[in-house]
């Protein structure tokens, strides 16, 4: 049968192989979570556990999201948990006012200083962002060398900025973004949704994907590559300052170490969602959906009481079979279809 005769349905299944894959993952993920914390706590899981999973995730999602932006492009940014360690710790000094000297009570702080902190979090984050686009496409370096060593950067810097645990979030912060009283926070994913349908549908989004495609094709077609190249690592750099503002806000606190576990967790998501790391290929949607499977299979882990000095043994070998069967069936899909 030709290809147009073919149901669109097909088409679309074929072109969007790694999102409807993380998304039936994910599915049974949560089922399994249900089955496992039921015969585990006598109960099915309730508000409390779904506003848990979903702020404690966040930070992954985003992170995922700011590595999704940058592997589309066939780049790679070992730098995210760098940079989630820095924009940690200054969340945690500047949100209460403390580093404008002017700080009341630990916790406490003015709209003012909460949103002056909150755009200092991710102008410092987009910098991050900046060097590390600049040093890759001007400097003609490769991404994963340029990455790995503003990783240690920023991870130094971060120490420096905050030396020990601390810093304090103020509690109408906390609730805003990550209130552990409602699940709030799902409106969070919701937003990052419809933004990255609506980044989709931009010139910018479609030269994201032109250049991971066929960075000479895109262009010849007239791309800038370049500017689209480094406003990429920006914008994962803006991304990964937010995953530092969601952590701050859950743990209400700052650790400079905080961020390091997100830089292969972040890739890990992107390819549990489909996002090829060859470029050209995936969604910020399916990083998202990615992200929530990595933090399930934690969660299945703890609630079947699997023995912690085991945990990431069973983590890890769950995650290397989710990524071969996305990938196999995928490509499968691709070549058929």
Do not use: K
């Not at 848990?52 to 590595?67: G, I, K």
């Not at 991971?212 to 500017?227: H, K, L, R, T």
């Not at 990964?240 to 390091?260: E, I, R």
């Amino acid at each position: 049968m030709s290809d147009n005769r073919r149901p669109r349905w097909v088409h679309r299944l074929a072109q969007e192989a790694g999102l409807f894959l993380a998304a039936t993952m994910l599915g049974i993920a949560v089922i399994l979570y249900c089955v496992v914390f039921l015969i585990a706590q006598r109960h099915l899981p309730g508000g409390f556990e779904l506003t848990s999973t979903v702020n404690s995730t966040l930070p992954l999602v985003l992170a995922a999201v700011a590595q999704t932006l940058v592997v589309l492009t066939r780049g790679i940014d070992l730098s995210v948990g760098g940079v989630i360690d820095l924009t940690n710790g200054l969340a945690a000094i500047t949100l209460d006012g403390s580093a404008w000297g002017h700080a009341g009570q630990p916790g406490t702080g003015s709209i003012g200083t909460m949103i002056l902190g909150s755009l200092l979090v991710l102008a410092v984050g987009g910098v991050c962002g900046l060097i590390n686009g600049l040093l890759v496409t001007l400097g003609r370096l490769q991404p994963i060398l340029v990455t790995l060593a503003t990783l240690s950067i920023f991870q130094g810097i971060a120490i420096r900025v905050l030396p020990q645990p601390g810093g304090a979030v103020p509690q109408g912060y906390t609730n805003l973004l990550a209130n552990p009283n409602w699940p709030t926070s799902v409106l969070w994913l919701v937003a990052l949704a419809v933004m990255w349908w609506m980044f989709r549908r931009t010139r910018f989004g479609v030269g994201v994907y032109a250049i991971g495609n066929d960075a000479a094709g895109a262009a010849a077609i007239g791309v800038p590559v370049a500017s689209v190249r480094i406003l990429a690592y920006v914008l994962g750099g803006v991304c990964s300052g937010a995953a530092g503002l969601f952590l701050a806000a859950t743990a209400t606190a700052g650790d400079a170490t905080a961020g390091n576990t997100y830089t292969l967790t972040s890739i890990v998501a992107a390819v549990l969602g489909g996002v090829s790391l060859f470029g050209g290929r995936g969604s910020g949607i399916g990083a998202i959906f990615g992200a929530f499977v990595s933090s399930m299979i934690v969660n299945i882990l703890f609630f079947a009481h699997i023995d912690p000095l085991y945990q990431s043994f069973y983590e890890g070998v769950f995650l290397i079979a989710a990524v071969v069967l996305v990938g196999g069936i995928g490509h499968l899909l691709r070549r058929r279809y």
